[in-house]
């Protein structure tokens, strides 16, 4: 090779390398990564420590649906799950007699029945539901107010007086502008600009208003037995709140009695938040934790690096079946893993007399496991 050669080869490789550095330090991108402060991972130690008894899960067949976001059982003692497809399935508790009960045409991701046994569903895309026996979809809202859209809407709980809770897990990453829920959170969660919220729907008025802001993406909601507080997940930062149901725009980053951290630095992705039987709120963990992804909470810059390079480059979490119940003060009563993630992804946990179904984002069947 003459020197000619060697000296446009270098020449190219050299605006190559600009080229790229370039695009990895100024490429425009959605996200404005902020700085925040990531505990230490504690590991799977104490209360979470290893151990295999969600492996081995039963499966119930749902054809070609997938993705059995959230489970509950309804009034009519039928088992409800709603799929990425945007549709509700209805099956008896060992899943026999499958049928469609509705299609929302979005992806519903929590559901609560109202005293009149009205499903109340929380659409990722189409904001606060309400369907009827039959199946009939019919929006309740979508707004807070004219100019504040309620744009991912995720979990949900229906008070004893009717008044519906839900969150809505960020104002900056809607799911149908960023090509669906899962490409949406990430972006929420890198940015970290805690837009999550929880609002509070009145029925009788049709007004919602803000309960509680200022989440890393709020998630799971579930109501105290006294009915004084909700326990709310906030997925971003690994950790469940407990927050007074009557808080008015309550900006829980600002220290006040009607908001604390109940757990903290868990383990994994905290997603839905179920009541169990005797007291217990079953937790879902998405996925755990992964050290890399701790360690650029301080690096905004480097976050933003990550999000111009192929989504297979961001450190998620490896798959990992995660489920546990606490008591109201935070006290975990019981741990199931499953260190090999068969079941992917797992979110939660509905749990009758007989059994504990495990809800998932992507798994093809419903699993459970016999009480």
Known sequence: ?????????????????????????????????????????PGYIGAHAVNTRLSGLRRIGIGNEFGPEHIAIGPDG???????????LRMDADGGNRQIFANTGGRVLGFDFDANGRMIAADAMKGLLAIDADGEVNQLTDHVTADDPIGYANSIVVAPDGTVYFTQSSARFLPAEWGGTLEASVLDIIEQAASGRVLAYDPATGSTRIVARGLSFANGIALSSDG?????????????????????DLDVRGGSSQARVLLDNLPGYPDNLM???????????????????????????????????????????ELYGHVFAIDEDGRVTEDLQDPGGAYPETTGATETADRLYIHSLHAPAIGWLPR
């Open 1 to 41: 090779m003459n020197a000619t050669v060697v000296r446009r080869t270098a020449g190219v490789t050299g605006l190559v390398l600009v080229a790229a550095a370039a695009y990895l330090g100024f490429w425009p991108v959605p996200a404005e990564p902020m700085s925040w402060s990531a505990p230490i991972p």
């Open 78 to 88: 039928k088992l409800y799950a709603a799929m990425t497809s945007g549709n509700l």
């Open 228 to 248: 004084q507080s909700l326990f709310v997940n906030e997925t971003g930062r690994y950790r469940v709140w407990k927050i007074d149901r009557g808080a008015k």
């Open 275 to 317: 009541r169990g039987r005797d007291g217990r709120i079953w937790v879902g963990l998405f996925r755990p934790r992964n050290p890399a992804a701790d360690s650029l909470a301080e690096r905004p810059f480097l976050r933003k690096i990550l999000l111009r390079l192929p989504r297979s480059f961001l450190p998620t979490g």
